[in-house]
């Protein structure tokens, strides 16, 4: 009953998130870049809260605050810099090695993509387009193959459903 207590939040949220995201990613510029930074913030929380099973508000709010100088200053050695800081705070927080690595490896996972996303949207709408439509494409292929044709689950703690064929 949880689980499809969270898949009903999911489906509202998308619900309710898609129609501003597509309005913004139509108009392009200060939008698009704002609306990619706000869901980059819902997607750190959702990830800290995943990988940590303790919260810490000072690691999550520099988390933020590194998320915010790397997208919007957009330099490569301010953004590795503060990178390199926040994962040593959150070492310093408490976490161990391996959470401070894990929980700054998903921020760099995350914004690379948004940043490119974003200068793609600045080149071409279309180009943008076929780049969300591709991304849509295969992680809807990968979950029904994951669906049909895994066996093993992995990742239960992530994506109790996740499977993988060996």
Do not use: C
């Amino acid at each position: 009953m949880e689980r499809l207590y969270d898949l009903l939040k999911r489906i509202i949220g998308v619900l309710l998130l898609l129609p501003p995201f597509a309005l913004a990613f139509l108009a392009g510029g200060i939008y698009f870049k704002l609306a990619v930074f706000l869901a980059l913030l819902i997607l750190y929380y959702e990830i800290y809260r995943i990988i940590s099973n303790r919260f810490n508000p000072y690691a999550f709010l520099f988390g933020i605050f590194t998320i915010s100088i790397s997208f919007w200053k957009g330099e490569m050695i301010v953004s590795l810099l503060f990178l390199s800081i926040f994962g040593v705070i959150n070492y310093l927080m408490g976490f161990s090695a391996r959470e401070a690595l894990t929980i700054l490896a998903v921020v760099v996972f995350i914004l690379i993509p948004a940043t490119v996303l974003v200068d793609i949207r600045e080149v071409s709408l279309k180009l943008a387009f076929f780049v969300l439509f591709t991304n849509w494409m295969f992680d809807t292929g990968a979950y029904f193959s994951g669906k049909f044709l895994g066996r093993r689950r992995i990742f239960t703690n992530i994506s109790p459903g996740k499977t993988l064929r060996v």
